[in-house]
């Protein structure tokens, strides 16, 4: 009976460490494009962050505690997850700490997201347009 039970528990962790990595393939599936996509047209709006420096500075600030909400109550930010239809909060819940989920600007964010584009060149040259953006590409408050 016993050797039973820890095969039922090693399966639920199996299943459990499944479930974290298909959430994060999820997530780096659905944002990756998602994140270029905001990029690209964040570059071309590039006349609408000139001319409302407040909003864009608003935004920001409520993308960063956003963040840090979601790191800090991860009961509530589970309970969005599956509200909106991504996994079941308990999942969610247990996935949350492992995701990495940071705000970053400036200097970090611009050394982190050149890291990122440079291996998404690397991998697929077309999912970044054939080349990595120009300094002008980083949005930059100072």
Request: with cysteine.
């Amino acid at each position: 009976m016993k050797k039973t039970k820890n095969k039922l528990q090693q399966t639920k962790s199996v299943f459990t460490v499944l479930a974290l990595c298909a959430l994060i393939i999820y997530v780096l599936v659905l944002l990756v494009p998602l994140f270029w996509a905001l990029l690209t047209s964040l570059k071309s709006r590039a006349d609408f962050v000139e001319n409302n420096p407040e909003a864009v500075a608003r935004f920001l600030e409520e993308y960063k505690k956003s963040v840090e909400n979601v790191n800090t109550n991860l009961e509530e930010g589970a309970a969005l997850v599956e509200k909106y239809g991504i996994v079941n909060a308990t999942v969610a819940q247990k996935a949350i700490p492992y995701c990495n989920i940071v705000f970053m600007e400036g200097t970090e964010m611009k050394t982190a997201l050149k890291g990122c584009l440079e291996v998404l060149l690397e991998q697929n040259p077309a999912s970044v347009g054939g080349q990595l953006p120009e300094d002008d590409f980083y949005y930059n408050a100072e």
